[in-house]
């Protein structure tokens, strides 16, 4: 499988080299991701000849992968299990992170945490927590200046 880049400016790797998150159904997941990341400033890559995933590249060359595989076991994920809690990304600044709470639910995200928004993460973080159908949980953080 070889990746095309796209070209844009190079930010400093931030340490994550890619992610790879499972999905039980790739045609209900991916919309959801799709639009959650490139409102972040993802890009979608395309891999010719791998229809059960989806690729998306952030600016540090940093990639998340969604894949629907025959191995995944069950249809929901459990965060308070074993193993990833939740993914946290970096929002631009504040009026991304509102745009995308006012437009979540529409594309698919339930938000958590809404009677503590923006502060959910104490008074010194500004985060927004949302969740996929499959149970997956999102924070999108606002860096302190």
Known sequence: MSLSRPSAPRRPPAGLHHLELWTADLAEAAPAWHWLLSSLGWVAERV????AGRIWRHGDDAYLVLEQSPDVIGDHAERRAPGMNHLALISPDRA??????ANAAQHGWRELFSESYPHAGGTDHTAWYGETVEGIEVELVVPRP
């Open 48 to 51: 010719e000849g791998w229809e």
């Open 96 to 101: 991304v992170l509102d745009e995308i709470r």
